[in-house]
């Protein structure tokens, strides 16, 4: 007995939907196709006696229900499975399996929950024929080393950090170009401020340390003595200023009636205003004043 084999990246199969390539060192070939969305589907057809349709099967996630599948050979009555998951992967289970008679069929497998992960590896066909092997030059264990496949949650954390750093660098320039938008509407113009000039900085003094101590004068240093400026005296006398040029005012008839009652009232004689002497000068004589009242 002779059996052919359909890896998952056979050009045989065709696939509907979404899927993506995936697969550890455990796989065939060290790949799997999987998806996560209901309905997408794998087609196949081939001769022979027999079919085994085998996969992996993910470790247990609380967040999500158990990858269910459902096979129809030959347009007949969909078979359903449902897999056991454990803590831990399980590699090379058997997915399905159907004795039929030798000739031609057809095989449809599809994904029947939304958002379980379904990962398919190959086909297997017993026959009466010699040994073909269908797989494709892409599913070789040397690409896959190059190249790691990643996991649904891997790839779904890379997209939601390039989005949260190119939102970042978004905001960034968004903020520096409304700063200096409002730097420069708060600016007054050249015109307005006249010339710009420079600031000078006070330069900061670093902090010391002073001992006072008290020496003898120097004899080298030679005294100068004061000098004498010669300073006019300042007089203290009010009635020395020249008040010859002033203008004569008008007289008004509050002026002319204190000049009126000032010729009616007898005048009184005042003692004089004794002037205090200034330095190096006599003291001033006595004098009287004596009015007659007429």
């Known amino acids: ?90 590699f090379n289970q058997l997915f399905f399996q159907s004795q039929v008679p ?14 379980s992960l379904f990962l398919f590896d190959y086909i297997a066909v017993a026959s009466d024929g010699e040994y073909e092997s269908f797989l494709s030059p892409a599913s070789t264990p040397v690409p896959q080393a190059t190249s790691p496949t990643l996991s649904p949650l891997e790839i779904f954390g890379i997209a939601v950090g390039v989005a949260m750093l190119f939102g970042g660098v978004l905001v ?22 006249g010339p710009r000039t420079k600031s000078v900085l006070t330069p900061k003094l670093k902090e010391t340390r002073v001992t006072a101590f008290i020496s003898e004068p120097s004899k080298h240093i030679p005294v100068v003595p004061p000098v004498k400026a010669d300073i006019p005296p300042v007089s203290t006398n009010r009635y020395e200023y020249p008040f010859t040029n002033l203008p004569t005012p008008k007289p008004t008839a509050k002026s002319q009636k204190r000049r009126l009652d000032s010729e009616r009232t007898p005048l009184t004689a005042h003692p004089p205003r004794r002037m205090r002497p200034q330095p190096g000068q006599s003291p001033p004589r006595k004098a009287f004043l004596v009015v007659n009242n007429i």
């Not at 998952?8 to 999987?34: E, I, K, V």
């Not at 030798?102 to 958002?115: E, F, M």
Request: no cysteine; hydrophobic share 30%; aromatic share 8%.
């Open 1 to 90: 007995m002779t059996t052919l084999v359909f890896d998952d990246t056979a050009p045989q199969l065709r696939y509907s939907g979404t899927w993506f390539l995936g697969g550890s060192p455990n796989d065939f070939n060290s790949t799997t196709h999987g998806t996560v969305q209901s309905g997408a589907s794998i087609e196949v057809v081939f001769t022979g006696t027999s079919v085994e349709v085998r996969g992996t099967v993910s470790e247990m996630d609380r967040g999500s229900p158990p990858p269910i599948s459902t096979y129809v050979l030959d347009g007949g009555h969909p078979i359903t499975f449902s897999p056991n998951q454990t803590a831990t992967d399980q």
């Open 102 to 115: 030798n000739g031609a069929h057809s095989l449809s497998i599809i994904s029947t929950v939304a958002g």
């Open 172 to 193: 960034g320039l968004m903020y520096l170009y409304f700063s200096r938008k409002r730097r420069k509407q708060g600016r007054p113009s050249d015109k307005e401020s």
